[in-house]
């Protein structure tokens, strides 16, 4: 299966590439496209093992000038059309309901009746006040279409699939499934570390690591009392 991955941006490069190469192992040749500059269409990575190419695609940064310091990069893709007839895919997957590349992807997809998937990694970015007023007008009005018209909807959590239910995600397009974990590299361990925690995650107020925070100092004054 050829498969179109359409990015507004990618923040973490070998993370997405990491993605991109296990999804190709599993017999798929995977295309991944994100917002660059206006120019031209340019391939920035090509798997020589996988049928992997990434691709930088023109558009156009349309970042609000009141929200720069809280929303940085929210493009629109540039001759979308172009691309999508270029590479012919047979799926579309599409990145967050909460950008107009994703809205795009969506309209490319219907318009060349090829299935889309949403994924959604969370709903909300917590960024403060003004983005949350934002991003709730955007929700109930651009990504309800978005939710409407995608073929199936992939959330990580029961929670997620909850709220989009608010923004008129059909039920029978949602499916849960939490992100895989490459069990060859993370596995249990048969040495034990006490006290120790990790955290793996971006620090950003959506990931909940204040709640972890604060659980801690509960567990640890728990402990220490019964000490």
């Not at 012919?88 to 992807?105: C, G, T």
């Amino acid at each position: 299966m050829k498969i179109l991955i359409a990015y507004p941006y990618i923040a973490y490069q070998e993370v997405a590439l990491e993605f991109l190469e296990k999804l190709a192992t599993c017999g798929n040749e995977v295309i991944a496209i994100f917002a660059g500059d206006r120019t031209k269409i340019s391939c920035i990575y090509e798997s020589s093992l996988t049928q992997v190419k990434l691709y930088r695609v023109p558009s156009m940064e349309l970042s609000p000038t009141v929200a720069k310091n809280i929303v940085q990069h929210y493009p629109c893709f540039l001759y979308l059309s172009n691309v999508i007839r270029r590479v012919s895919p047979d799926l579309i997957v599409v990145i967050s309901p909460l950008f107009l590349a994703s809205a795009q992807a969506v309209k490319e997809a219907i318009k060349n009746k090829k299935p889309s998937v949403l994924e959604v990694h969370g709903v909300y970015a917590e960024r403060g006040l003004l983005l949350y007023m934002m991003q709730n007008i955007y929700l109930h009005t651009i990504s309800r279409w978005v939710l409407k018209n995608s073929t199936l909807i992939r959330c990580l959590h029961k929670d997620d699939a909850v709220e989009l239910t608010k923004f008129g995600a059909p039920l029978d397009k949602i499916r849960i499934i939490p992100n895989a974990v490459d069990t060859n590299l993370f596995k249990p361990s048969k040495e034990r570390e006490e006290n120790s925690l990790i955290w793996v995650g971006r620090m950003v107020p959506e990931k909940g690591l204040t709640y972890l925070i604060k659980a801690l100092t509960i567990v640890i004054k728990e402990y220490s009392l019964k000490d």
